[in-house]
């Protein structure tokens, strides 16, 4: 059973849907404290780091997945999920989980034929294997959508690394927090393959 | 590097996949969920779901249609037609869209922009434009006026203008749709597009003439566009999507091989 963290992030639904599709059940929750009793968690997102704080917040839900992570329970951050698990975003200035350390940045292009959002299928580079990362192939390409992206500060914690206009983390994580800048529940097979890896790992390293 | 995008377009109405052909004489050509999902299949990038029902009381089935495709397409995909207010977009996204095509509404009431935008975010609004070249006037200067109605109102709107203030207002794609390629399978309207695109910082679709690869070719390419949109050139089987990003990669544009 997988918990999906409900705070108001437009592709919740998404994410059960693609876990449906696998034949893995999961329970989408606001409550934090059945949040805090989950064996493993997903954390979506999409929208806008300050506003998310705010939902997260107001719902007791950061202490909560501070609390999961803490115990070791998996957990994957999405998207936005990948951006606020760090201890701060450019986004609005926001003080964020502090889950890994680091920041995430405004991407910053000098070409100007480049556009924001980082919109559309990109590939990624895996620097570090990683069990939810098993399976991905170099030419394999999965669906972006964003203005920003995690730094953390510890290079050791970036395990994949995509390129647009320069290479910048594409998925991070540390011990049993995983998160991913793209949407695996919208990058068709390949992408499903991931959240399968995930549905199958048990947190422990690569 | 990113890949340029194909976008399989699916006008629906009553629940049915329907072309039309200039906005006029719709013919019903198909399941759409069953459309969209072979196109998935054959790896398509993304898809539009555009409601052309005339009727607003048939609109629930719309979102019977995306809350079927979204179980088992897992790719991105947006909706648009007749999307008046924010909880008709809040609706459509929780039945399983990814993003929003608002049009004739956002013109009528630009703030919908605004509004959406702060609700989910601007990477789920599309701001849908449809555009006919005209002869300048002192307000649309550019020879390219915003249409509305499906082609059927002219509103004196510059397109250009038009789309840099969607921008502002907080959209975060734009669908530049030629009312004069429509339908034609001519080709897309490059200067059009290219214009927008050079106007813009987000990324622009093309919509409207694609008839055969070459044509997505030249305005991925000379038209600038980031996405090509497709419709009948699938519909009817006169390509493939396999043949289609083939024949791009081929010639140098980077698209997703699947």
Redesign the interface.
């Known amino acids: 059973m997988i918990h999906i963290v409900d705070y108001k992030a437009?592709?919740i639904?998404?994410v059960k849907?693609?876990l449906?599709?696998l034949g893995v059940d999961s329970i989408i929750t606001p409550d934090p404290d059945i949040l805090r009793r989950a064996d493993k968690v997903i954390f979506p997102g999409?929208?806008?780091a300050a506003s998310a704080m705010e939902v997260l917040r107001e719902r007791g839900l950061d202490l909560a997945l501070r609390e999961v992570c803490a115990r070791g329970a998996p957990i994957l951050g999405i998207c936005l999920g990948s951006q606020i698990v760090l201890d701060h975003s450019e986004e609005g200035d926001t003080a964020c989980l502090g889950l890994l350390a680091g920041e995430s940045k405004r991407f910053v292009l000098s070409d100007?034929?480049?556009?924001?959002?980082?919109?559309?299928?990109?590939?990624i580079r895996v620097v570090r294997d990683h069990p939810v990362l098993k399976g991905v192939l170099a030419?394999e390409?999965l669906?972006f959508?964003?203005?920003f992206y995690p730094q953390p500060e510890d290079p050791e914690c970036v395990f994949a690394v995509c390129?647009?206009g320069s290479p910048f983390p594409a998925v991070i994580g540390r011990a049993n927090l995983i998160a991913a800048q793209f949407?695996p529940?919208?990058?068709?097979?390949a992408?499903?393959r991931i959240l399968r890896n995930f549905v199958e790992w048990h947190g422990g390293g690569r | 590097?990113?890949?340029?995008?194909i976008i399989a377009c699916l006008d629906v109405r009553d629940g049915r996949l329907a072309k039309s052909i200039k906005f006029v004489d719709t013919k019903d050509i198909g399941d759409p969920v069953e459309t969209a999902r072979r196109y998935?299949e054959a790896?398509i990038?993304e898809l539009v779901l555009y409601d052309i029902t005339a009727s607003s009381d048939q609109r629930s089935i719309m979102l019977d249609v995306v809350s079927a495709v979204?179980?088992?397409v897992?790719?991105?995909f947006s909706v648009g037609g007749g999307l008046r207010t924010v909880e008709d977009c809040a609706k459509v996204?929780?039945a399983?869209a990814?993003k929003v095509n608002v049009n004739t509404a956002a013109v009528q009431n630009p703030q919908l922009i605004a509004d959406s935008s702060r609700a989910?975010?601007?990477?789920?609004v599309v701001l849908s434009m449809d555009v006919l070249a005209a002869p300048p006037t002192p307000a649309a200067p550019s020879g390219y006026e915003i249409v509305t109605h499906g082609g059927r109102t002219r509103t004196g709107l510059d397109a250009i203008a038009w789309a840099r203030r969607g921008e502002e207002l907080g959209a975060?794609?734009l669908v530049v749709n030629s009312i004069d390629a429509d339908g034609t399978q001519e080709g897309y309207a490059l200067d059009l597009t290219r214009r927008i695109a050079e106007a813009v910082?987000?990324?622009v679709v093309a919509s409207g003439g694609g008839g055969k690869a070459e044509h997505l070719h030249q305005v991925l390419t000379d038209g600038?566009a980031?996405?090509a949109l497709v419709a009948s050139l699938l519909h009817y089987g006169i390509t493939t999507v396999t043949e289609l990003k083939q024949y791009l990669d081929q010639h140098g544009v980077k698209v997703?091989?699947?």
């Open positions: 437009g592709n639904t998404s849907r693609g449906n599709h999409v929208g806008q100007p034929a480049l556009k924001i959002p980082h919109m559309g299928w990109n590939r030419e390409e669906y959508v964003h203005s390129e647009y949407h529940e919208k990058s068709g097979p992408g499903l | 590097m990113l890949s340029k995008r998935y790896g990038d979204a179980a088992q897992f790719i991105p996204l929780l399983g990814e989910f975010g601007a990477q789920c975060g794609e910082r987000i990324p600038k980031d996405a997703r091989l699947t």
